[in-house]
């Protein structure tokens, strides 16, 4: 297939970040190859977008540091880049208005370069704290996707796509939306567990065509709590994240019992949004 | 007082290319040994395999030596040893373990000479030469022919061995399944990696040769190194 006929994607990847680990890295990765391997797309971006603060997990530092270790760890790529919109709002934002955001921001971009050849890989190029804060855009119906404009799927492990499955985690239109209007790519290493939970779930299975499964063959196991866990207990986390992140951490002592401690007790934003009154 | 043994870390293998899980092993021994309290790593050794080896796809060892001191450019206490790869021929592993103790043990200060009061290094101030490797290695022991006997029992009686676990190996029953390793237990160190992180170099080697990412598997300036020099290529033997 012609470079031209090829669906433009941009990969978007939300999560705590908490600390950002070389799996989330592998991830981008894996789905870059993946998707370029297919023939039908060509992945021209990458983001990392942390959450903000009022998420209120557990254990969740402050997003500033959050956001200058994905930076370190995004120093050397030459097409991941970091997103502060996110992590900048003062309320928590569900996944797929932050979706929603960068699609609509690649529409608009578009737009202002109607003559321009698409350049998304800026190397060098890294946008400030500073620059990221802008207002909500007004909601725009999905079909209306600009022909030539990039589309923005959803990069995930197999843990967020089984956490459709958590009860008020998630929105049912929130999950038909990401599902049915953008896509998800799901990094796993048990395919079959992956596969029954799209099975078994109805709007999933809808949009099946729409999720791509992007089996991991190396077990990589480098989640963020165990690197956490790691730091408690004065064990080495070198080689787990990048040489830049593991020296910020140790620099700025980020990870101990008491960062552990924060927001305990506390309810998780989403869950107490979708079980306190407001349903839209 | 309470005073711990100093250790030097020797790993062995073909490194071919190093790892990031190779890095990891180093990291998860030191700490294992620190954390029993009677130890202090002093420093940890990489000494890839001599060419004449002759392990399938087994790149020219100047390429693994350099792509080993890539890796180790930012480690304070890490180095590469290039003894065994520029041997005339395939050494065995406890050779190797022979070479570098009697290499640590010149390098202590020397003891006074008779007619001075100075009193030679208390024993416990000698370091002790371990070798590092993964369960996997502690598994082919078991291998027949693959080790003599009397090295196993030279390794762990005289030199000591420090294994990481890994996942799909039950470490602690390759030791009840062999008397030698029983017998020495006492000097075979059992690490658990606590995340598990199985990049396989065999791996590595694949997605380079069918052009898939290797960032974040292995340091970055490996990677650009083995693009400069067009490594692991399909079509390289």
């Not at chain 1, 985690?169 to 953008?182: F, R, T």
């Not at chain 1, 078994?200 to 099946?208: A, G, I, T, Y």
């Not at chain 2, 006492?186 to 898939?212: C, D, F, M």
Request: net charge neutral; glycine share 6%.
């Amino acid at each position: 297939m012609e470079n031209s006929e090829k669906t433009e994607v941009v990969l978007l990847a939300c999560g705590s970040f908490n600390p950002i680990t070389n799996m989330h890295l592998r991830l981008f990765e894996l789905a870059k190859d993946y998707m370029n391997g297919t023939g039908k797309y060509k992945v021209v971006k990458g983001i990392i977008s942390p959450v903000g603060d009022a998420y209120k997990k557990k254990g969740l530092i402050p997003a500033h540091h959050r956001v200058i270790m994905a930076e370190l760890a995004t120093k050397n790529s030459k097409w991941v880049q970091v997103d502060t919109w996110e992590s900048l709002q003062n309320e928590w934002i569900e996944t797929a208005k932050v979706l929603r955001h960068h699609q609509e921001k690649l529409e608009a971009d578009r737009q202002d370069n109607q003559q321009d050849l698409p350049t998304q890989e800026k190397p060098g190029r890294k946008r400030k704290w500073t620059e990221q804060e802008q207002d909500f855009s007004p909601k725009k119906p999905l079909e209306l996707k600009t022909k030539g404009v990039p589309e923005v799927k959803l990069l995930c492990g197999a843990d967020l796509l089984e956490s459709f499955g958590i009860p008020n985690l998630w929105k049912s239109e929130d999950i038909a939306q990401i599902v049915g209007g953008y896509g998800l790519i799901c990094i796993t290493r048990a395919g079959n567990d992956a596969q029954k939970f799209i099975y078994e779930s109805d709007v999933l299975w809808k949009h099946r065509s729409n999720i791509h499964l992007v089996n991991e063959w190396i077990t990589n196991d480098i989640s963020s709590t165990k690197i956490r866990r790691a730091l408690r207990r004065g064990q080495s986390i070198r080689y787990l994240v990048p040489d830049l992140v593991y020296e910020y951490i140790e620099k700025h002592n980020l990870y101990n019992s008491e960062s552990e401690d924060r927001n305990s007790g506390v309810v998780l934003a989403p869950l107490l949004k979708n079980t306190t009154g407001a349903q839209s | 007082m309470n005073s711990r043994i100093p250790v030097v870390l020797l790993a062995c293998g073909s490194f071919n290319p190093i790892t990031n899980m190779h890095l990891r092993l180093f990291e998860v021994a030191r700490d294992h040994l620190h954390q029993t309290g009677n130890y202090q790593v002093i420093e940890g050794i990489i000494s890839p395999v001599n060419d004449n080896y002759k392990k399938k796809d087994l790149v020219a060892a100047q390429h693994r030596v350099a792509m080993a001191q890539l890796a180790l450019q930012t480690s304070d206490w890490i180095r590469v040893d290039p003894w065994e790869s520029e041997q005339a021929q395939w050494m065995e592993t406890v050779q190797v373990l022979r070479h570098h103790h009697s290499e640590l043990l010149r390098s202590l200060p020397q003891t006074e000479g008779p007619g001075h009061k100075a009193a030679s290094p208390a024993p416990a101030a000698v370091p002790e030469l371990k070798l590092l490797c993964g369960a996997d290695v502690l598994k082919t022991f078991q291998t027949p022919n693959l080790w003599k006997d009397a090295h196993i029992q030279e390794i762990v009686e005289k030199f000591g061995l420090v294994c990481v676990g890994r996942a799909g190996h039950d470490h602690k029953g390759y030791i009840s399944e062999s008397p030698i390793l029983q017998r020495y237990q006492h000097n075979i160190h059992l690490a658990r990696e606590p995340v598990q992180n199985e990049i396989s170099a065999t791996y590595v080697r694949w997605a380079l040769g069918h052009g898939r990412s290797v960032k974040y598997l292995l340091p970055d300036a490996v990677i650009t190194y083995i693009r400069d020099h067009k490594l692991y290529n399909k079509s390289s033997p």
